[in-house]
């Protein structure tokens, strides 16, 4: 039999952007709307197996109920941008998944809705109408459910007339009367002031319908006949304003209602896209990442000369080498630095080879080994920096790395991030290699297929390097950017496998000691829990804490969840004034993570061959050129808490009577922004070494320094950094818990003291619309493909993107252009001193006592020398026996 779902599209990805956390992908978009609505509907579509489906939009602004009342909707605060650029992403998801969506100029979607689903009711055809919106309870019928969206977009609750009878007493079409005489704040209908849920449902129950009531106020008395007397006129106005029009022009046919299933081939690159992994592997649809049109463009894949070397081959290799231009390193295992090495391919433009692991540490293969370590021996290869790692512990010495494909594809499109190899035989159309998952199994099915196999897939790999890297080599030289990859990002590459080698040491007796601190911490603050609650429960438990904070202490309910009440941080947060067992709990969890994820986490990393934690760095991550780390993510370490740091007091030298020194640039985006902007009051805030935040507080409020109080100042440094991120008035408001008007207000008269930010901004946005790409002082370009679109949201994401990725990008570059001189001036002088960690803004060293004062002095001025600009660069210096007292 038919089934159709009918999806209010505006409202429910309204409710999933302030349901969901903040979700952003690698290209800086938010997507936390577009995530949650898309599980919403793959749910639906499981759970209800649809056979035709439509996705209602609003078309515009204006509808045609302005005509006759134009403040509808009139009370209603500016859609956030983090929300509105969502719009175009979810309509781009749907076409791809192959679920149909309707918008009609001067029709809103519940109009678009209450038209198909009487047209389809008087079909007899059977329909779910989903919705947050209670209004979409008129449209109830014998054949037609509505399911309003509830807790966020986690639960539904299905309403026929039966179930509308028994909560409201009242027919379908009776809501309406209750809308009219309600009114409705968020569609700004007035409604008659006064009347509440209760004393309406109560007039209705009596008169029946608006105009019942309306007739009979002579058998009301006082204020109520008063108030329906003066306000007749607006009830009326409300009922037709809440009425959902059932006669649009519509131009679509039942079969362009139609839906069969999920579009596998288009879902998958569209998904891929937007990031949503779990959504992928739900799905089963990871073999179809990639789009057909890439698809197409593969060639078939020619012949290749592949060698599997065995000990009497080993010869004709060793002959080869000087020919050899490429490598691969095939390894099992995320993390370099425990990986198993399986296999080298190595290629030279006539022959491939392919030399298995245990081959490479025979004496025979000793000549290989040393051109593995020659640095003279340039080599090309797919992320070069894990295969040195991987060589390392094994006791094989790597350089020579000449060109990274990962890297350079990286700098070609940050935006797409970690492009494995198969992604880029589709971009320059090579042959299409077998996925791993085919050669290896995947988890726990994870084997080493046959020699021949093994051999021939990593030889592969090898060659695709070689085909590779000539052309990106080129593209390189025509976007400026060779400099950038050869002088920047290949040497710090090598610097960052030398400091993860090196790894960081790290007291194991000390962190287990800080763990039964944090055990003593948690067991009395759950003590305390108790004896206030006057029961005991588990404090990890959500629904438990819910029972007792909402029903046993009575605290407001702010949000519920699927599972009943939410008790999530920002709740918490919240409703700790109100009490002092959640200011307690706040604590514990507090407490509870940093002993679960750091002590406990930590515990695991501390290598048991040299004492230390070896972190790995990725340079191919975020799009502004910023570092990433992991195995452990040591720039996580939660520091705005005296707990936290306390995380750095186990992190110690190596070295007996050495010292940890730390240096930390200030406030480096912010001078970057004075210097690109060349603003006259940024610069003369660093130039005259004045706090920029005071500075920006004195000029915002036009008051002394003396003036400035501590709300100002930190008013102040929000929308200072917040213009670094782009920042909306939304955004701000959230930060300082304003509202949007005061905080769009602040950011206007930001724009006003500080004319030349603005002028940068209107002047990048318009350099970016004519090149189509923006870029840092060291020319690392971010391409922005919607900065042209007609789409109003699409085209102001990319302007924010446009404003601000040559400041974050720029100062990315600084701080690794620190690292590559600062390795430089430590090779020079011959120095002992070890640079060991980059954390943000942050370089971290180990320092023997008698290099201690010249690194007090040699570091500040190597950072603070990275690069010239308009205005100082600063790096404040401190040193300690350990990380937490360098800092």
Known sequence: MDKLILIDGNNIIYRAFFAMPPLTNTAGQQTN????????????????????????????????????????????????????????????????????????????????????????????RQVMIVSGDKDMLQLASEHTTVALIRKGVSEIELYGPQQIREKYDLTPLQIIDLKGLMGDASDNIPGVPGVGEKTALKLLQQFGSVEGVLAGTDELKGKMKEKLETHAEDARMSKRLATIYREVPLEHSWEDMTFSAIRAETAGPALAKLEFRSLLERLSLSAYTQSPEAEAAQVEAAELDIMLVDEAGLKQLLADLPEIAAMHLETNGDNPHRSEVIGLGLSSPERHYFVPFALLLQPAAEKLRKWLGDEKAPKSGYDLHRADLALHWQGIAFAGAAHDVQLAAYLLDPTEANQNLN?????????????????FGKGAKYRIPELEVLGTHVARKSATVLGIAARQQQELVETDMTGLFKDLEMPLSRILADMEKQGIAANKDDLQELGKEFEAQIHKLVTEIYQICGVEFNLNSPKQLGEILFDKLGLPVVKKTKTGYSTDAEVLEKLAPYHAAVRHILNYRTIAKLQSTYVEGLLKEISPQTGKVHTFYRQTIAATGRLSSQFPNLQNIPIRLEEGRKIRKIFVPSEPGWSILAADYSQIELRVLAHIADDEGLKEAFLNDMDIHTKTAMDVFGVTAEQVDGNMRRSAKAVNFGIVYGISDYGLSQNLNIPRKEAARFIEQYFDVFQGVRKYMDDIVTEAKSNGYVTTLLERRRYLPEINAKNFNLRSFAERTAMNTPIQGTAADIIKLAMVQMDKALYERGLKSRMLLQVHDELVFEVPEDELELMKSLVPQVMEGA?????????????????????
């Open 423 to 439: 992604d880029l035989t589709t971009k320059y159309a090579l042959p299409r290699l077998s996925p791993d998952e085919d050669i």
């Open 867 to 887: 690069l010239k600009l308009s205005v100082p660069l600063k790096a404040e210096v401190s040193f300690g026996s350990n990380w937490y007292e360098a800092k």
């Open 33 to 124: 709307a577009v995530y949650g609505f898309t599980t919403m509907l793959l749910r639906l579509i499981e759970e209800h197996k649809p056979t035709h489906m439509i996705v209602a939009f609003d078309a515009g602004k204006v509808t045609f109920r302005h005509e006759g009342y134009q403040e509808y909707k009139g009370g209603r605060e500016k859609t956030p941008p983090e929300l509105s650029e969502q719009f175009p992403m979810l309509k781009e998801l749907l076409q791809a998944l192959g679920v149909p969506q309707f918008e009609i100029a001067s029709y809103e979607a519940d109009d678009i809705i209450g038209t198909i689903s009487r047209q389809a009711d008087e079909a007899g």
